[in-house]
């Protein structure tokens, strides 16, 4: 089994994840503690809050929101390998309320959520280009994805940082882990619905 780090704190604290492999990169632990910081800082990870993994990979960032105690996850992922790393992870750490989708993530967000959610990890693979097509149709108001005061972050290569507003997200903080960023943005509480 590939190593994809350890859930960090929370329930399932300490317990190591399993990778698809050197194609995909794992969260590392520093970066899921700056990610998770700055989430908990801002009050969308935890008890009453739902959140969003896109290119989730081997669902290491939505299983430690819902080892934090989020009540729900939905994790999105395309690749066939990835979905049975990421329920087995989901298995191994034993966290509820966890769905599971395979989709093309750019498919998936033309749909009309059945709620909106509070943090969002954007995780696509640094060589395409569907990070900004991705934020823009999470930024756009009427889609419903977001709630207000919902904090979505991108993690990509540091010298590919998407612009600093994108429909209603406004970026408002950066930090750099060698070659990646994560770059966070949130919406307005006055987008409330």
């Not at 317990?15 to 899921?32: H, M, Q, W, Y």
């Not at 935890?46 to 669902?59: E, H, I, N």
Request: charged share 25%; aromatic share 8%; glycine share 10%.
């Amino acid at each position: 089994m590939a190593d994809g780090g350890r859930v960090i704190a929370g329930r399932a604290s300490g317990i190591r994840l399993a990778a698809v492999g050197p194609e995909t990169r794992a969260l590392s632990d520093r970066v899921k503690e700056s990610l998770f910081g700055t989430l908990e800082a801002e009050g969308v990870v935890g008890p009453g809050k739902s959140f969003l993994d896109l290119f989730a990979g081997t669902g290491a960032a939505g299983i430690e929101a819902l080892s934090r105690g989020s009540d729900r996850a939905t994790f999105v992922e395309k690749d066939a390998t990835a979905l049975r790393v990421i329920t087995d992870n989901v298995r191994r750490t034993r966290v509820e309320a966890a769905t599971v989708v395979r989709a093309d993530v750019s498919r998936f967000l033309e749909q009309q959520p059945s709620a909106a959610f509070d943090a969002v990890v954007v995780d696509p693979p640094y060589a395409s280009d569907v990070l900004g097509p991705t934020l823009a149709r999470l930024a756009d108001p009427a889609a419903g994805w977001l709630a207000g005061g919902a904090v979505v972050a991108a993690k990509h290569f540091w010298r590919a940082a998407p612009a600093p507003q994108i429909g209603a997200l406004e970026r408002y903080r950066e930090r750099r882990f060698g070659e990646t960023m994560l770059t966070f943005y949130r919406v307005p509480r006055s987008a409330d619905r």
